[in-house]
């Protein structure tokens, strides 16, 4: 495992605003399992666990081992940390055992990856969501709407301007239940290769 500054892209602490604005989304609030891609130094973290529910489980993936040695500094029985790759979201969430996560978020930069890797990873992070789970990302650039169009479909976005820089904040809602293509256009239809039949969003080839 492998990270640089550029995995970091953050030139100061989430902002107060920022935290509250994450940590206050419904779905984190009533979520029985949150999966928190890139909790750094634990800021996102201690905000999403003031807000959690007494019985949530909060488990937080980071790749770089000094923030993992900070993060094991909070004491919270509703939290584990592992040293990881996001990629690795799946395995990781599944060795806590239980259901699948209903919330997964992520404050890791898709911009600073390739754009095969940023697939790897919305790829992962679709495939470990529960069914009508949220997928959140906190970004300084779009990059990630043009990556999880076509899994997830279009996004609810929100501008945090009291953040250093300002960003936004993208989330994605994984249907309850999963069209297939087979379903819809029959057993000879092409299909495009996606795994498992799934029908790309039409918004999806529109971005970056
Ligand atoms: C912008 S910082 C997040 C800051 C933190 N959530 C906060 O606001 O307090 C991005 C974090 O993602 C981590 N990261 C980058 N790539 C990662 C990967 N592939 N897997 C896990 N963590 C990663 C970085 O080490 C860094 O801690």
Redesign the pocket.
């Known amino acids: 495992m492998v990270?640089s500054p550029r995995?970091?892209?953050?030139i100061a602490?989430?902002s107060r605003v920022l935290l509250r604005r994450l940590s206050s989304l419904a779905c984190v609030r009533s979520a029985k399992f949150i999966v928190e891609?890139?909790?750094?130094?634990?800021?996102?973290t201690r905000a999403l666990l003031n807000q959690m529910q007494p019985s949530a489980r909060l488990l937080g993936?980071?790749?770089?081992e000094a923030?993992v040695k900070q993060l094991h500094q909070i004491s919270d029985r509703r939290l584990d940390v592992v040293h990881g790759?996001?990629?690795d979201v799946l395995t990781h969430a599944a060795c806590l055992g239980g259901t699948a996560p209903d919330v997964i978020i992520s404050?890791?930069?898709f911009s600073t990856m390739s754009w095969n890797d940023g697939r790897s990873l919305v790829s992962a992070i679709h495939d470990s969501l529960a069914p009508g789970g949220t997928f959140i990302a906190y970004q300084l650039r779009n990059r990630v709407h043009g990556l999880a169009g076509d899994l997830f479909g279009k996004p609810q976005t929100s501008f945090v301007f009291w953040n250093l820089p300002p960003l936004w904040i993208y989330q994605w809602n994984k249907p309850l239940i999963e069209r297939r293509t087979e379903a819809i256009e029959g057993p000879h239809a092409s299909g495009h290769g996606r795994a498992r039949g799934r029908k790309s969003h039409p918004a999806a080839s529109a971005q970056q």
């Open positions: 990270a995995d970091v892209a953050s602490p989430s891609l890139g909790p750094g130094t634990g800021g996102t993936v980071e790749i770089m923030f790759s996001a990629v404050g890791i930069p």
